[in-house]
């Protein structure tokens, strides 16, 4: 008999309250070496008629019988941060993002100031469409890789190959680089995939949209994982991870068991199990974003500039002197 069991901190002590246990089944509850979360754990498993496998040695640690996942419902139930009323807002994961960075570049992303487009950003945006038409109709064979490249350009790529004004003589070079990465990516594991490139969007407040686009869901033996690959270096995935969980759990009215980005150039991987304070805590900083952008727009001054390494892609840097002061610094 199998029964789903949430396991409370009281319970095993090292775990976040409400961290789903997968399921239990009578007949295998080994307990082992000097397991105290097992100790609590198993009886409530046996109660339940459950199966669960606890560490030996390792106190407190619990190995999960690999099962479909069980989702963690918001409880209580979410309630997005009271907002300053204003002009509509429509908040994205990158303009999060950007605004925890520089609420004044956030800013000027709002008003339609973007950057050129670059070469890399192009092969990253190429490969992620290669890597979502991989996950949802197969492998692509090397022989057909520069016809996929090809029809994802000609599909909604067009544009912004023109913007980056590329000779098609150089486009060869740019599916070269992209077919590396796929190469790289084709080792990724890739069970329990649900989709590719998920929008997520809520109006959590009147005239607040947010709204993202996941590169993929996956839902294996783990739950719910949320995953964003990078095609350059890691960075700090930490701000737009969280969002997309907030995105999440507005919209499924659950808490994502993971949230993880990777980078297929590099290797680097971030792994994080969201917690409700995240969500929370991620919601007032999404509030904050939207009253400082309305209270900008409101008496049409700027935000604050924060200067950093972002400075050198800024399209604001010309008129920006904290920008310039730090892009001289990092240049020498
Ligand atoms: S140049 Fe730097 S400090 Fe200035 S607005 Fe842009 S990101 Fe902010």
Redesign the pocket.
């Known amino acids: 008999m199998d029964g789903g069991l949430y396991l409370g901190s009281r319970n095993v002590g090292c775990l976040p309250a409400r961290l789903p246990v997968a399921r239990w089944s009578a007949d295998d509850v080994p307990l082992e070496g000097n397991c105290l979360g097992g100790v609590a754990a198993s009886s409530s498993a046996r109660a339940l008629g459950g199966d669960g496998r606890f560490c030996s040695g390792h106190s407190l640690t619990l190995l999960f019988r690999l099962l479909p996942s069980i989702p963690m419902p918001l409880d209580p139930q979410f309630l997005f941060p009271p907002v300053t009323p204003g002009e509509d807002v429509v908040l994205s994961a990158s303009a999060f993002v950007t605004y925890e ?2 609420p ?2 956030a800013a ?1 992303r709002m008003r339609g100031v973007y950057g050129p487009e670059s070469r890399s950003s192009f092969v990253g945006g190429l490969a992620h469409r290669i890597f979502a038409r991989h996950l949802s109709s197969g492998p692509i064979a090397d022989s057909d890789l520069t016809a996929a490249c090809r029809e994802e350009i000609g599909g909604s790529m067009n544009p912004k190959l023109a913007a980056l004004g590329l000779k098609p003589s150089q486009l060869s070079g740019v599916i070269e680089d992209v077919a590396s990465l796929y190469g790289r990516f084709k080792t990724l594991r890739a069970e329990g995939f649900v989709g590719a490139e998920v929008a997520l969007q809520s109006e959590p407040a009147d005239g607040v949209v947010l709204r993202g686009s996941v590169d993929a869901v996956f839902d294996d033996k783990g739950g719910v994982r949320l995953v964003d690959w990078k095609t350059g270096s890691l960075g700090d995935p930490d701000a737009q991870l969280a969002f997309y969980a907030l995105l999440w759990a507005i919209e499924k009215d659950e808490i994502p068991a993971h949230i993880e980005a990777v980078s297929v150039k590099t290797g680097e991987r971030s792994d994080s199990v969201p917690s409700r304070a995240l969500i929370d805590g991620t919601a007032v900083r999404a509030a904050q974003a939207v009253d400082g952008l309305r209270s900008s727009w409101d008496s049409g001054e700027s935000l604050d ?4 390494p ?2 050198r892609w ?1 399209p ?2 010309d008129d ?1 002197s ?3 002061a ?1 892009v001289d610094l990092l240049t020498g």
Do not use: S
């Open positions: 960075r520089c004044e570049q000027g500039r924060v200067a950093g972002w400075c800024c604001l840097l920006c904290e920008g310039r730090a």
